[in-house]
């Protein structure tokens, strides 16, 4: 029984996982607590991510074709496995809820700011649940348009942004003390860059299945470049004010102004944190419902789109009362509730392959 | 259980659908005798005034009496007169061998005809005369005579009206389809481009030819299209649009996934990527298959034209496309929800212009896109003398006068005119069928989310796009899913000495179509002297 008959291609994948990978960062941007080190933060959380995501390259390489829910139940058994699953399930599903409001918060401040949120929400999940619905290929044929997009985009605002460029913003470097730094390191690797373990649903279907391990690292090496360079144009334009901002990056944009000619890019910058923001639900709603129907052994897992996008909207209006809340939970507490999903769950699971033998037939042959 | 009921009253409606229809009968050959056979083709044409029988003897040297069937207007006359002085001769040198049968000698010796070939079964002999073939059939003999001697009155190859071009051929394909399979033909001068003729429809018997060149076609797809037109159940098929929309891979969807065209130029241009053409009889129009979204907004000249001005055409496509279909929603968005967004002397401006006006601005979009729609059909179906009166009072009465009357902003009115243009100014009506029924629920989300509701319709309209195919092709390629190598004929059109290569995902059989390198340079300094 294949629940996705879609094969998807590298260069989609790595795309995808580009605007993944950026997604949520384009507006909550990671580490302005730590000022003008941010992007070393940054960077240190890319460097333990890209070490961190070597467990699921094995993981995935153990297993060939096989998603995270197939495993679990391989090496765990129906049991265990079953509530390791679920424990998977839970965190992408709560992320996808986390990724909406964030996105659909921005919209309803920024953009529409008198519309119920009920509305903003359930008419952004229906985009999501539509493309879910259609299937992996499509998701990475939309993706791959929109990240396309994304990057033109972020080519146009560096260009544009240039005079006001402050090198001195940078200065003084490093003088956050070192356990401040790590902490914001840590946090960054888990978010965003860990949130990448949902692949684990994803990469099982690259028509390529050696290629996995490329994949996973130049889609989590060039979503790390963005992110960085996202981070670091900010600190460039905005400096210390950066924190006094709900949307800092919205913000950048806003002021940029050449001559009176090019101004108003903010439009732009909308409609990109839209699009992005879809990217990454739709991919996160499409693991969960492959994976609520996988664990369930249902036939198609299709059906379950619809009530699992309603779900994840329910909760994701719940989830906050605030902006700031969201802020918060984000900044202080997100990152070690995460960690055990992101990067725990992996590593059990191969931990567990390891000491069963497994897959102990497929290497005899 | 109301649902069981019903269908199990409606089960025998479908059952006897489903019945065959009754020309199914058997198989009846032509009998020996003359007057028998007379009177099957009399009493099956009877009533049809158009059909002429012709009663004569040719003598071999008994005289044996022979019939000629033929439909007035359909045969060429030269044709049938030269069979008939050809057998009336009664001075025939030839004379016939005892034993050979007297249709092989007529065959053989006696009628001047290129194309003639003998026929046993009835029914066909009736399909031949109904296509303008000439039968012949002769006292005592088994088989009868189809002589080919189709002609009929037709329209000549004139220029297409429906894709004018400024520089390239001006020929477009007309109603009958030989003559536009010999435009495609001189044009392809090689044994592989292939015609494969079928027919369809149970009365119309229309001809559909399937055109393509080995080795470059990917033989999958051809075997895709002749699978799908040989699904076709149907009695009639009067234009091509018939074929299409049995053909497509996804009816229910607003765009087209197959690409309509009358231009000869547009065909062979298609065909050289690794397309299928089909052909069809008594209209224009041939159909292409696979199609991509992006080559709706190409036209032949593009590749004509020099690259930069083609290019540059290719881009302005894109924006107009862009701004057919969002431009009244945007409008709408940014006066109703963003105001913030414009600048405040246009903002100031449009505010003042809007002061006197009753409606909201989605209203003023709706009656203006409406009378826009409306002007549009009644300027396509009347003649052209009066088409110019709708246009007088189009823009007098319903532009000037509702400004005037403070029923719609100038501001508006721009807008919808600028619309209009737009989708004008795309080269395929296919691509702005689409744009145009799609720009209404736009407006809608634009009047009532704003920016946010436009993105999500947008977003809608893009997971549509990437999610459909065209034989098998995905209609977004080569930008879903990217192919780098295909962007030199896409966004912009790269010039001719460097495309080396097909599309990626269409002819991949042959890819390579011409050398590398062969970028004009001056002559090197040796080679220039005497």
Same mark, same amino acid.
């Given at each position: 029984?294949?629940?996705?008959?879609?094969?998807?291609?590298?260069?989609?994948?790595?795309?995808?996982?580009?605007?993944?990978?950026?997604?949520?960062?384009?507006?909550?941007?990671?580490?302005?607590?730590?000022?003008?080190?941010?992007?070393?933060?940054?960077?240190?959380?890319?460097?333990?991510?890209?070490?961190?995501?070597?467990?699921?390259?094995?993981?995935?390489?153990?297993?060939?074709?096989?998603?995270?829910?197939?495993?679990?139940?391989?090496?765990?058994?129906?049991?265990?496995?079953?509530?390791?699953?679920?424990?998977?399930?839970?965190?992408?599903?709560?992320?996808?809820?986390?990724?909406?409001?964030?996105?659909?918060?921005?919209?309803?401040?920024?953009?529409?700011?008198?519309?119920?949120?009920?509305?903003?929400?359930?008419?952004?999940?229906?985009?999501?649940?539509?493309?879910?619905?259609?299937?992996?290929?499509?998701?990475?044929?939309?993706?791959?348009?929109?990240?396309?997009?994304?990057?033109?985009?972020?080519?146009?605002?560096?260009?544009?942004?240039?005079?006001?460029?402050?090198?001195?913003?940078?200065?003084?470097?490093?003088?956050?003390?070192?356990?401040?730094?790590?902490?914001?390191?840590?946090?960054?690797?888990?978010?965003?860059?860990?949130?990448?373990?949902?692949?684990?649903?994803?990469?099982?279907?690259?028509?390529?299945?050696?290629?996995?391990?490329?994949?996973?690292?130049?889609?989590?090496?060039?979503?790390?470049?963005?992110?960085?360079?996202?981070?670091?144009?900010?600190?460039?334009?905005?400096?210390?004010?950066?924190?006094?901002?709900?949307?800092?990056?919205?913000?950048?944009?806003?002021?940029?102004?050449?001559?009176?000619?090019?101004?108003?890019?903010?439009?732009?910058?909308?409609?990109?944190?839209?699009?992005?923001?879809?990217?990454?639900?739709?991919?996160?709603?499409?693991?969960?419902?492959?994976?609520?129907?996988?664990?369930?052994?249902?036939?198609?897992?299709?059906?379950?789109?619809?009530?699992?996008?309603?779900?994840?909207?329910?909760?994701?209006?719940?989830?906050?009362?605030?902006?700031?809340?969201?802020?918060?939970?984000?900044?202080?507490?997100?990152?070690?509730?995460?960690?055990?999903?992101?990067?725990?769950?992996?590593?059990?699971?191969?931990?567990?392959?390891?000491?069963?033998?497994?897959?102990?037939?497929?290497?005899?042959? | 259980?109301?649902? $069981?009921?019903?269908?199990?009253?409606?089960?025998?409606?479908?059952?006897?659908?489903?019945?065959?229809?009754?020309?199914?009968?058997?198989?009846?050959?032509?009998?020996?005798?003359?007057?028998?056979?007379?009177?099957?083709?009399?009493?099956?044409? $009877?009533?049809?005034?158009?059909?002429?029988?012709?009663?004569?003897?040719?003598?071999?040297?008994?005289?044996?009496?022979?019939?000629?069937?033929?439909?007035?207007?359909?045969?060429?006359?030269?044709?049938?007169?030269?069979?008939?002085?050809?057998?009336?001769?009664?001075?025939?040198?030839?004379?016939?061998?005892?034993?050979?049968?007297?249709?092989?000698?007529?065959?053989?010796?006696?009628?001047?005809?290129?194309?003639?070939?003998?026929?046993?079964?009835?029914?066909?002999?009736?399909?031949?005369?109904?296509?303008?073939?000439?039968?012949?059939?002769?006292?005592?003999?088994?088989?009868?005579?189809?002589?080919?001697? %189709?002609?009929?009155?037709?329209?000549?190859?004139?220029?297409?009206?429906?894709?004018?071009?400024?520089?390239?051929?001006?020929?477009?394909?007309?109603?009958?389809?030989?003559?536009?399979?010999?435009?495609?033909?001189?044009?392809?001068?090689?044994?592989?481009?292939?015609?494969?003729?079928?027919?369809?429809?149970?009365?119309?018997?229309?001809?559909?030819?399937?055109?393509?060149?080995?080795?470059?076609?990917?033989?999958?797809?051809?075997?895709?299209?002749?699978?799908?037109?040989?699904?076709?159940?149907?009695?009639?098929?009067?234009?091509?649009?018939?074929?299409?929309?049995?053909?497509?891979?996804?009816?229910?969807?607003?765009?087209?996934?197959?690409?309509?065209?009358? %231009?000869?130029?547009?065909?062979?241009?298609?065909?050289?990527?690794?397309?299928?053409?089909?052909?069809?009889? $008594?209209? !224009?129009?041939?159909?292409?298959?696979?199609?991509?979204?992006?080559?709706?907004?190409?036209? !032949?000249?593009?590749?004509?034209? %020099?690259?930069?001005?083609?290019?540059?055409?290719?881009?302005?496509?894109?924006?107009?496309?862009?701004?057919? /279909?969002?431009? !009244?929603?945007?409008?709408?968005?940014?006066?109703?929800?963003?105001?913030?967004?414009?600048?405040?002397?246009?903002?100031?401006?449009?505010?003042?212009? %809007?002061?006197?006006?009753?409606?909201?601005?989605?209203?003023?979009?709706?009656?203006?896109?409406?009378?826009?729609?409306?002007?549009?059909?009644?300027?396509?179906?009347?003649?052209?003398?009066?088409?110019?009166?709708?246009?007088?009072?189009?823009?007098?009465?319903?532009?000037?006068?509702?400004?005037?009357?403070?029923?719609?902003?100038?501001?508006?009115?721009?807008?919808?005119?600028?619309?209009?243009?737009?989708?004008?100014?795309?080269?395929?009506?296919?691509?702005?069928?689409?744009?145009?029924?799609?720009?209404?629920?736009?407006?809608?989300?634009?009047?009532?989310?704003?920016?946010?509701?436009?993105?999500?319709?947008?977003?809608?309209?893009?997971?549509? /796009?990437?999610?459909?195919?065209?034989?098998?092709?995905?209609?977004?390629?080569?930008?879903?899913?990217?192919?780098?190598?295909?962007?030199?004929?896409?966004?912009?059109?790269?010039?001719?000495?460097?495309?080396?290569?097909? !599309?990626?995902?269409?002819?991949?059989?042959?890819?390579?179509?011409?050398?590398?390198?062969?970028?004009?340079?001056?002559?090197?300094?040796?080679?220039?002297?005497?």
């Amino acid at each position: 029984m294949k629940l996705e008959k879609g094969r998807i291609g590298l260069k989609g994948t790595v795309l995808i996982m580009i605007g993944y990978i950026y997604g949520s960062t384009a507006i909550l941007s990671p580490g302005v607590g730590v000022g003008q080190d941010a992007w070393v933060a940054q960077t240190i959380g890319l460097g333990l991510a890209l070490i961190v995501v070597w467990v699921n390259t094995l993981l995935l390489a153990r297993f060939p074709g096989q998603t995270f829910i197939e495993i679990n139940e391989r090496v765990f058994g129906p049991y265990a496995g079953k509530f390791i699953s679920l424990l998977f399930l839970w965190y992408i599903f709560h992320l996808g809820s986390i990724v909406l409001i964030d996105h659909l918060d921005f919209v309803r401040l920024m953009i529409i700011p008198l519309t119920p949120a009920e509305v903003v929400v359930f008419l952004g999940i229906l985009p999501c649940i539509y493309a879910a619905y259609k299937g992996l290929e499509v998701i990475v044929r939309t993706g791959q348009v929109l990240v396309v997009f994304t990057l033109l985009y972020f080519g146009l605002i560096t260009l544009f942004q240039v005079q006001s460029y402050d090198f001195a913003n940078f200065k003084p470097f490093l003088v956050t003390p070192f356990p401040k730094l790590a902490w914001a390191g840590l946090t960054a690797a888990s978010f965003p860059y860990l949130e990448t373990v949902v692949f684990l649903m994803i990469l099982p279907f690259l028509n390529q299945q050696n290629k996995v391990r490329v994949a996973v690292y130049l889609g989590l090496f060039f979503g790390g470049l963005v992110v960085i360079w996202s981070i670091m144009r900010l600190i460039l334009v905005l400096g210390d004010t950066a924190v006094n901002y709900v949307y800092p990056s919205y913000y950048a944009v806003r002021i940029i102004n050449i001559a009176e000619l090019l101004n108003r890019f903010e439009i732009l910058a909308a409609m990109n944190y839209i699009m992005i923001g879809f990217l990454k639900v739709t991919v996160l709603l499409y693991a969960a419902g492959l994976g609520w129907a996988q664990l369930c052994k249902c036939q198609d897992y299709r059906p379950l789109l619809l009530p699992l996008g309603a779900l994840m909207a329910l909760v994701s209006l719940n989830n906050f009362e605030h902006v700031v809340g969201n802020f918060e939970f984000t900044t202080q507490v997100y990152s070690i509730y995460a960690l055990p999903f992101s990067a725990g769950l992996p590593f059990l699971v191969l931990v567990g392959a390891w000491v069963r033998g497994l897959p102990g037939k497929v290497k005899n042959k | 259980m109301v649902f $069981n009921k019903l269908k199990e009253k409606f089960k025998g409606l479908w059952a006897d659908k489903k019945t065959p229809p009754p020309n199914q009968e058997e198989k009846k050959l032509l009998s020996r005798s003359l007057g028998k056979n007379e009177k099957y083709f009399r009493d099956t044409f $009877n009533r049809c005034s158009d059909v002429i029988f012709r009663k004569f003897e040719v003598s071999v040297p008994d005289p044996v009496p022979v019939l000629m069937v033929y439909l007035d207007g359909l045969s060429s006359f030269i044709v049938g007169e030269s069979v008939v002085r050809s057998l009336m001769n009664r001075y025939l040198k030839e004379k016939r061998r005892g034993d050979e049968p007297l249709a092989e000698h007529a065959r053989d010796h006696l009628i001047s005809v290129p194309e003639i070939k003998p026929e046993k079964d009835l029914g066909k002999l009736v399909d031949f005369v109904l296509s303008g073939d000439i039968i012949l059939i002769m006292d005592g003999e088994p088989e009868g005579l189809v002589i080919s001697s %189709r002609g009929w009155e037709a329209r000549s190859v004139s220029e297409p009206e429906a894709e004018p071009l400024v520089r390239g051929p001006r020929d477009g394909f007309t109603e009958n389809i030989r003559t536009n399979t010999s435009l495609i033909r001189r044009r392809l001068k090689t044994s592989r481009l292939k015609l494969e003729s079928l027919e369809i429809g149970s009365i119309t018997k229309t001809a559909v030819i399937i055109t393509y060149i080995d080795g470059i076609v990917n033989e999958k797809l051809v075997a895709e299209v002749r699978e799908r037109l040989a699904r076709i159940k149907t009695d009639s098929i009067l234009e091509s649009g018939y074929l299409e929309q049995f053909i497509e891979d996804n009816p229910w969807s607003l765009f087209s996934q197959v690409d309509v065209t009358e %231009r000869p130029d547009k065909v062979c241009g298609n065909l050289l990527e690794g397309r299928v053409a089909v052909l069809v009889d $008594n209209t !224009p129009f041939a159909l292409i298959v696979p199609v991509l979204f992006l080559q709706f907004l190409q036209t !032949p000249e593009d590749y004509y034209m %020099r690259p930069f001005q083609a290019s540059f055409l290719r881009a302005l496509r894109l924006v107009t496309l862009n701004i057919a /279909l969002l431009l !009244p929603s945007f409008y709408i968005a940014i006066t109703t929800f963003h105001q913030e967004m414009l600048p405040t002397s246009l903002l100031l401006s449009i505010a003042q212009a %809007r002061s006197g006006v009753p409606f909201p601005a989605l209203v003023e979009a709706l009656l203006m896109e409406m009378a826009f729609e409306i002007v549009r059909e009644a300027g396509i179906r009347l003649p052209s003398p009066m088409g110019q009166a709708v246009s007088i009072v189009a823009s007098l009465v319903v532009g000037q006068a509702a400004v005037s009357a403070g029923l719609v902003s100038p501001a508006m009115l721009i807008v919808v005119a600028l619309t209009a243009m737009a989708s004008f100014s795309l080269p395929s009506s296919h691509a702005t069928e689409a744009i145009r029924l799609l720009r209404f629920p736009i407006m809608f989300l634009a009047a009532t989310l704003g920016l946010f509701g436009v993105m999500a319709g947008l977003l809608v309209i893009l997971i549509h /796009l990437c999610s459909l195919r065209s034989f098998g092709v995905p209609y977004l390629s080569p930008i879903a899913p990217l192919t780098l190598r295909d962007w030199k004929d896409v966004p912009v059109r790269a010039p001719w000495w460097a495309m080396f290569t097909r !599309p990626r995902l269409i002819g991949y059989k042959e890819p390579q179509r011409q050398e590398f390198f062969q970028m004009p340079r001056p002559p090197k300094r040796r080679e220039r002297k005497p």
